[in-house]
């Protein structure tokens, strides 16, 4: 990425932080045209919400697609987080699984908990508590409080035989995708 990308993307971030947003989308913006996936998954995110400029969801779609095809863990989490809500896309879960598998085995935190909820509900993957319990573990190992709390109801619906193969998976997952805490925007 040349100088002037990671200088349009620290432009853009500080804009961000600062909540002037149509700075933010057009300094991003020029990261993103440049390659750089983090100001991709970014400017996804300003066009799905319609910060510093019109709601966008093609564009939005666009530009997470971008960033996790480049192995941004944010941009996959982004892309599953669209196909599960069907807002901007037609409903997908198996494309949403597909999503949250590849940045939850990054150690992204909210596609752990994601891929556990997935597992939960059966949604485009087989259900499986026992798996939905070990992928809330990996997020809960991190203090995410969504994932505590749903291992819990997942914790009351396993015998006792489950929940050790539950932990037994989670610590396994847990050495091979520890989760990662990600810095905030």
Same mark, same amino acid.
């Given at each position: 990425?040349? &100088?002037?990308?990671?200088?349009? &993307? ?7 932080r600062?909540?002037?947003? /149509?700075?933010?989308? #057009? ?8 390659? $750089?996936? $983090? %100001? ?6 300003l066009?799905? *919400?319609?910060?510093?400029?019109? #709601?966008? =969801?093609?564009? %939005? +779609?666009?530009w =997470?697609?971008? /960033?996790? #095809? ?5 941009g996959? @989490? *982004?892309?599953?987080?669209? @196909?599960a ?5 037609? #409903? $997908?879960?198996r494309? /949403?699984?597909?999503? @949250? ?6 150690? &992204? ?9 997935? @597992?939960?509900?059966?949604q ?7 798996? /939905? &319990?070990?992928?809330l ?11 505590? $709390?749903?291992?819990? +109801?997942?914790r ?13 998976? %989670?610590?396994?997952?847990?050495r091979?995708?520890?989760?990662k805490?990600?810095t905030?925007?």
């Amino acid at each position: 990425m040349a &100088f002037t990308a990671v200088a349009d &993307f620290r432009a853009g971030l500080d804009a961000y932080r600062r909540g002037d947003y /149509a700075t933010a989308r #057009r300094e991003l913006l020029q990261a993103a045209r440049a390659g $750089d996936p $983090d %100001a991709q998954s970014k400017v996804g995110v300003l066009y799905a *919400n319609g910060l510093g400029g019109a #709601r966008d =969801f093609a564009k %939005a +779609v666009k530009w =997470f697609r971008k /960033a996790a #095809r480049q192995g941004l863990a944010k941009g996959e @989490y *982004n892309l599953g987080v669209v @196909y599960a809500e069907g807002r901007m896309v037609p #409903r $997908d879960y198996r494309e /949403a699984v597909k999503w @949250y598998r590849r940045a939850a085995e990054q150690g &992204f935190v909210e596609a752990q908990y994601s891929l556990g909820g997935m @597992y939960h509900k059966g949604q485009g993957i087989a259900q499986s508590y026992v798996q /939905a &319990f070990a992928w809330l573990s990996v997020a809960a190992a991190s203090g995410y409080e969504p994932a505590i $709390d749903m291992r819990e +109801v997942v914790r009351s619906k396993l015998t006792s035989l489950q929940l050790e193969r539950g932990r037994t998976a %989670a610590r396994a997952l847990y050495r091979k995708y520890p989760p990662k805490k990600e810095t905030p925007p």
